[in-house]
């Protein structure tokens, strides 16, 4: 530390040491008990680089002193991307947070929130065509690393889809990565190299139009047909957040569809309104999630197995997303359950929803990706312990999972 | 309410990472969340807290903001008070210059060190009993006067029958309140509830949002500990144009609104002020931060007191974000947001005028 603190100061204008500061930047979304919580190790200090040069500094130091170092966003991720295993620099980006609109995209710089984003976005016609459904905190940069699905993915796909191009840091410098090779960066929590900016593909910022229909799962799936974007939530999920007491799709138009009969203009706004909204679910009981990717064919089987869980869905243009809320009973007992629905969902063609550092045993990261790190990052320094290899946390899991 | 309980049930959504302080110091210990996490671990006996996190936890307007935008509802301003006040018990807090406000308080009964003799200097009428009472406040006793006169000249074309209290007017307490120094609140309190009492006061008007807020929600409750019987109306001034004024139009004056906090989203009156300024013909644009969202102009809490260059950002994105809507005038409904815009929009050149509805409303009274 004592490196650090002489260094930092000559090539970071923004860093911090302090003890408490350290502990705030140790956590993220993710809920821990204080049995897991002694392997939680404090960083040695935080840094908010505003621009490239700080970010080569920081990994030229990283690499020197062999320190890890842990990128973060806004740690919305309910994954641990953002925890930090080992003592480490977390490297805070939200003060890399510039947007520039280009020829119909949009280059916006790790640490831009979703949402400022998008509003900025709309004043000068533009929208996004995806973002998150933490989008009022979360920032682009850690949705990236994160990946995954959320608003308009029933159109545009997931976040990948929608990215022309991102740069990322790592130790040979900054690069521009486009096309195929964003399967190195996107999802992989910055164990590759760290975001630093994205250019976003965008849509025309069209007047969207919002509808509910009262439906089962089973014909929620024959409606979605035209949309931008279609959420399915259950009953006990509805009376949970209070938007409403029954089973109900909602569905979000570009183009209004002509038959308008069946829909529900007023609970599909409300429904809308509070797209964001969904730790609402927390206002009465301590709650947890848990999240799995399903195809199409076997989703409606997935459903009904999963009928006791509070249940949010998000239909994308290849799969379909699922995602239990938990109230928190026993924090073990809890996690067990949450486990259990994974469990089920592979059963039926599933996949747990990302990585992070709870599931890097998963498989979802392929050998190649993990030659790649090795080729990148050959001291293990980048996000250590995250997707593309397991630390003590995600090797309980393991255990758990092992439990009939 | 125990804060303990409240810190536990943050889900560290980040939501609240629209703090306004927040975004200018950009670290977790100044934004609620990190806020919400130190006190839980310090209420949990986990850490210590030094000088410097004292200091983060109190960079901060009260403004609410975080409270609006909490998905799991979590009473954020009581909370802040209840953390600040806890501080203040343990010995961690008052900051400075909240202790040396409290001091010029305890001698003078304002925190402006303004002489209480001269606290009705800015009467140009008889004072008569009423039961109505006219509570002028802090501010717009010994800094705006022309605000406390337009309020008394509106209620009297309004046919108003009012008194004022004068040198038996005290501070009202909320600063302290804010800051987590109840000692000296609860004394306010007392001096002030005393005199009502004795004048046989059954409707207090105000002008400052701050005490009508801290009359109307917080003297019910400390009076409730007490064992007192506290049954006086409060109103804001504007509430009372909206329902009684009858006004003669302006014409070609483009104006904008600041919610104040203690206004809007404390108290939750949003409509009336706008609609007293759609009477009187003001060419009306809103602001992008309004209402629920309205950003704060950045005074409130102790903020301005204690953190100026923090609260002077805040009064300059304000007033940028006005400037932007086209408007000549900044219109508000609140000394203490008025005085600090201003001051900010000076900063900027003035290159909008800040003004408190009263002031106009008062002119244009069809009598």
């Not at chain 1, 119909?104 to 065509?129: C, I, P, T």
Request: aromatic content about 10%; proline content about 4%.
């Amino acid at each position: 530390m004592d490196s650090l603190k002489m260094e930092l100061p000559h090539s970071v204008k923004r860093y911090d040491f302090h003890p408490i500061q350290r502990i705030l930047y140790s956590q993220d979304l993710l809920k821990i008990s204080p049995f897991l919580r002694r392997f939680i190790k404090y960083p040695l200090c935080i840094v908010q680089p505003e621009n490239d040069e700080e970010v080569i500094s920081i990994l030229e130091m990283s690499r020197r002193l062999k320190i890890p170092i842990v990128p973060r966003g806004a740690a919305t991720s309910a994954y641990g991307g953002a925890t930090t295993l080992k003592n480490c620099i977390v490297v805070d980006f939200t003060r890399m947070n510039r947007f520039e609109l280009k020829d119909g995209s949009v280059v916006a710089e790790s640490g831009v929130v979703w949402l400022d984003l998008e509003k900025e976005l709309n004043k000068a016609g533009y929208a996004l065509r995806v973002y998150p459904t933490s989008a009022p905190a979360s920032t682009v940069g850690g949705w990236i690393a994160q990946g995954g699905y959320g608003i308009g993915s029933l159109k545009y796909g997931d976040i990948k889809k929608n990215i022309e191009w991102i740069e990322v840091a790592d130790f040979d410098g900054v690069k521009r990565v486009k096309g195929e090779d964003l399967k190195y960066y996107v999802g992989l929590f910055g164990t590759t190299g760290l975001v630093l900016r994205a250019c976003l593909k965008l849509r025309e910022n069209r007047k969207l139009s919002n509808y509910a229909v009262k439906c089962s799962f089973e014909e929620a799936l024959d409606l979605t047909d035209g949309a931008y974007h279609a959420s399915y939530m259950n009953k006990s999920l509805g009376n949970m957040i209070g938007c409403g007491d029954a089973d109900v799709l909602l569905l979000t138009f570009e183009e209004p569809p002509s038959d308008l009969s069946y829909f529900d203009e007023v609970l599909g706004s409300k429904i809308w309104d509070n797209r964001f909204n969904l730790l609402k679910a927390a206002r009465n009981a301590d709650i947890i999630f848990t999240e799995a990717i399903l195809p199409y064919e076997s989703a409606s089987e997935f459903y009904s197995k999963m009928a006791n869980f509070a249940v949010k869905v998000i239909f994308t243009t290849d799969c379909v997303v699922f995602l239990g809320v938990l109230p928190l009973r026993g924090y073990y007992r809890t996690v067990m359950k949450a486990v259990k629905f994974i469990k089920v969902a592979e059963k039926y063609g599933g996949r747990v929803y990302s990585t992070g550092m709870l599931f890097p045993h998963k498989n979802i990261v392929g050998g190649e990706i993990k030659e790649y790190k090795k080729a990148v990052d050959p001291e293990n320094l980048l996000n250590p312990g995250k997707a593309v290899q397991g630390n003590v946390i995600s090797r309980l899991i393991r255990l758990a999972e092992m439990v009939p | 309410m125990n804060i303990r309980e409240v810190a536990a049930k943050c889900s560290k959504c980040g939501y609240c990472n629209v703090c306004p302080t927040y975004r200018i110091e950009g670290w977790e210990s100044v934004s609620p969340r990190g806020k919400m996490q130190i006190a839980l671990a310090f209420l949990n006996g986990d850490i210590k807290i030094d000088a410097k996190t004292v200091k983060d936890i109190f960079k901060c307007s009260v403004c609410g903001l975080c409270e609006e935008v909490c998905p799991v509802d979590l009473p954020l301003i009581s909370f802040w008070e209840e953390l600040r006040y806890e501080l203040t018990k343990r010995g961690y807090a008052p900051l400075s210059v909240h202790k040396k406000l409290k001091e010029i308080t305890y001698r003078h009964f304002n925190p402006y060190s303004g002489e209480q003799e001269k606290r009705d200097e800015w009467v140009d009428f008889e004072i008569k009993p009423a039961k109505t009472l006219y509570f002028a406040g802090c501010t717009a006793s010994f800094k705006l006067q022309n605000l406390a006169k337009a309020t008394a000249n509106a209620l009297s074309k309004l046919g108003i029958e009012f008194t004022v209290a004068g040198r038996n007017e005290y501070c009202c307490g909320s600063p302290f309140l804010r800051t987590g120094q109840r000692d000296i609140f609860e004394k306010l309190f007392e001096k002030n509830f005393r005199y009502w009492e004795k004048a046989g006061i059954e409707r207090i008007i105000t002008s400052c949002p701050g005490c009508y807020r801290t009359l109307s929600l917080d003297y019910p409750k400390i009076a409730e500990e007490k064992g007192y019987e506290f049954n006086i109306e409060v109103v804001h001034t504007v509430s009372i144009l909206e329902r009684e004024g009858k006004f003669e139009k302006i014409e070609k004056v483009k104006g904008t609104y600041h919610d104040p906090c203690h206004l809007g989203r404390h108290m939750g009156m949003y409509d009336e002020p706008r609609n007293v300024i759609r009477k009187l013909g003001i060419d009306f644009v809103e602001m992008e931060r309004v209402r629920e969202h309205s950003l704060c102009c950045g005074a409130g809490g102790g903020l301005r007191s204690q953190f100026k260059e923090i609260s002077f950002e805040i009064g300059r994105q304000r007033v940028l974000e006005a400037m932007e809507t086209g408007a000549e005038y900044l219109i508000t409904c609140c000394p203490f947001c008025e005085y600090h815009l201003s001051k900010s929009a000076e900063k900027l050149g003035n290159k909008i005028k800040v003004v408190d509805l009263v002031e106009i409303a008062e002119k244009l009274i069809s009598l």
